[in-house]
């Protein structure tokens, strides 16, 4: 028995010091009385615990604890579990369509995607998962609740659901179904004015924005609006070639991380779509990651007016580290608005603000964000001042795509009363 605890104690000593040297720490003194602690620990569970315990497993667990202890976007990966995260940057795959993060504990969705089952229920931002099937998510790892959530296509599907805005619970039944995320949805909206929705940043995201301005800027256009509403997020590279897409020689974003690799400023290149000619990016509290960037990066260079509710507010960038078939889900950075502002937390002030009045939830009102997520990577900026926001109407159709087009309509007036 002391063999083997020696044996685990050399284990885990090495792979710390492994770590440290290869994360390149300034500091290479080890926490001996917590490695000690560790491993100790370590072999009581492995020799009392009520039932054996596959050592893999242990150490398997004891990954997924360091991770879970970080922030809410680390995490543990096994083989399916990659296989998943491909599968919804692909933009192709079976289940209900809800992008959803931790909060405090609870499984909280960001946004319900447009033309799912998830959104087809009325699910929004803030709303909170308890039970999938009758299990309740309570002990469960975040994972495993998103392999609960898909499956195959046709099958049922029951989520037990908390509405913090109205204080209710609620059930409803999904069927799944094949998730094929259109990333892009162009149309021209007027004789004279481009709409291009962003439903998710993936690997096709900035050839499928190309195409989409291609084809409207056949017509004689005078602005664009680029809708990112409820747009979860996505790559950090697709969120880069759609920003220069609109910018020219401008920073787009910076990355500050620990490791040199992630210390970076990204620029535009030149020959920028549409130049000289105004665009309004529409938000949400649905907006998050991807989304910010692009958003942020056309606010920053003044290159577009940002109109609707203050976005998510995650200003942090993942990193997959795979090995041995698993991986993790590693923070590695934070990431930087042209200006030198992290959104981390705070998320983007639209220039204008312009709040959703008819319809209910979070769209209307923000009650949930990065900001709100227990063990969130804190904002290294002060909250900004608040915009006054005009007094709004009801509308009964989208009524901050109607104020956009207004926007731009005014700005083209101007323009050539100016001329």
Not at 201 to 207: E, G, I, L, R, V
Not at 365 to 376: C, D, I, N, T, V
């Amino acid at each position: 028995m002391a063999i083997m605890y020696q044996s685990i104690r050399y284990f885990i000593a090495t792979i710390l010091l492994l770590t440290t040297f290869t994360a390149g720490a300034k500091s290479t003194s080890l926490p001996i009385e917590q490695v000690n602690r560790f491993t100790y620990f370590l072999e009581q569970i492995r020799t009392a615990y009520v039932e054996p315990v596959d050592d893999g497993e242990l150490i398997e667990f004891a990954i997924q604890g360091m991770l879970d202890g970080l922030d809410p976007h680390s995490e543990y990966l096994d083989s399916n579990e990659i296989q998943d995260l491909r599968e919804t940057t692909e933009g192709n795959y079976g289940g209900v369509g809800i992008e959803l993060a931790m909060n405090d504990g609870k499984l909280t969705i960001i946004s319900a995607l447009d033309n799912t089952p998830a959104s087809a229920a009325g699910l929004t931002s803030g709303d909170i998962i308890t039970a999938i099937n009758g299990t309740s998510f309570r002990g469960m790892r975040f994972a495993q609740a998103l392999k609960l959530l898909r499956g195959e296509i046709g099958t049922a599907l029951t989520l037990d659901i908390y509405r913090e805005s109205t204080d209710k619970s609620f059930s409803v039944s999904l069927i799944r179904d094949e998730i094929v995320i259109q990333s892009v949805r162009y149309e021209q909206l007027s004789d004279s004015i481009g709409y291009i929705q962003i439903r998710q940043f993936q690997s096709d995201t900035t050839q499928d924005v190309m195409d989409a301005l291609d084809a409207l800027l056949l017509n004689d256009l005078t602005g664009l609006v680029l809708d990112l509403r409820d747009n979860p997020g996505g790559t950090l590279s697709s969120a880069i070639g759609v920003s220069d897409l609109f910018l020219s020689d401008n920073t787009i974003v910076s990355t500050r991380g620990r490791l040199e690799a992630m210390n970076q400023e990204i620029k535009a290149t030149p020959n920028e779509y549409f130049a000289n000619k105004p665009i309004v990016v529409l938000i949400n509290g649905g907006s998050a990651s991807a989304s910010e960037i692009v958003a942020g990066a056309l606010q920053d260079t003044k290159r577009a007016i940002v109109m609707g509710v203050k976005s998510f507010g995650k200003g942090s960038v993942q990193s997959i580290l795979e090995h041995d078939n698993v991986a993790i889900k590693l923070t590695t950075a934070r990431y930087y608005t042209p200006s030198g502002h992290s959104i981390q937390g705070l998320g983007i002030t639209p220039d204008i603000e312009v709040a959703v009045t008819q319809i209910s939830g979070s769209q209307a009102k923000q009650l949930f964000s990065e900001r709100s997520l227990y063990g969130a990577l804190k904002g290294e900026d002060k909250a900004p001042d608040k915009h006054s926001t005009p007094p709004s109407s009801l509308a009964e159709s989208d009524y901050q795509l109607y104020e956009a087009v207004n926007l731009l309509v005014a700005l083209n007036l101007y323009a050539k009363l100016n001329q």
